[in-house]
C-alpha cells in the first residue's frame, strides 16, 4: 500500500492542525495505522495507533488527551486531529500501515508501509 500524509503546517500554541493519510493501491481499511514523529536529535516515536477494525487505540502518554486517530474508509484515509498543541510538537509526522497487527502488536515500530512526512511546527 502506498500512503501520502499531508496536513502539516506552522501553527501556533495551543492551535490544532488535522493530518491526513491517504492510501492508494490497497485498501486501507485492512490495515492497522501508526502515526509516529520525529523530531530534530531524537528517535522517532510511535504517538498514535489504531487496528484495522478500529477496535483497538493506541496514544502515547505525551499526545494522550489531545490527539485523535480515527478511520475514514469511505475516503481510504487515516486522520490524525491534534489539538492543544505545543511546541513540543513540532516534528516530521509520518504514517504508517501494517497487515495483521493486533492490540497486543500495535506498537511495534516495525510496520510494512511507510509515508513520506509532513512536517509540524508549533511556535511559542
Known amino acids: 500500500v502506498q500512503l501520502q500524509a499531508s496536513g502539516g503546517g506552522l501553527v501556533q500554541a495551543g492551535g490544532s492542525l488535522r493530518l491526513s493519510c491517504a492510501a492508494s493501491g490497497r485498501t486501507l481499511s485492512r490495515y492497522a495505522v501508526g502515526w509516529f514523529r520525529q523530531a530534530p536529535g531524537r528517535e522517532r516515536e510511535l504517538i498514535a495507533a489504531v487496528t484495522w477494525s478500529g477496535g483497538s487505540i493506541y496514544y502515547s502518554d505525551s499526545v494522550k488527551g489531545r490527539f485523535t486517530i480515527s478511520r475514514e474508509n469511505a475516503k481510504n484515509t487515516v486522520h490524525l486531529q491534534m489539538n492543544s498543541l505545543k511546541p513540543e510538537d513540532t516534528a516530521v509526522y509520518y504514517c504508517?500501515?501494517?497487515?495483521?497487527?493486533?492490540?497486543?502488536?500495535?506498537?511495534?515500530?516495525?510496520?510494512?508501509?511507510w509515508g513520506q512526512g509532513t512536517q509540524v511546527t508549533v511556535s511559542s
Open positions: 504508517a500501515a501494517d497487515l495483521g497487527r493486533i492490540a497486543t502488536t500495535l506498537t511495534r515500530p516495525d510496520y510494512g508501509s
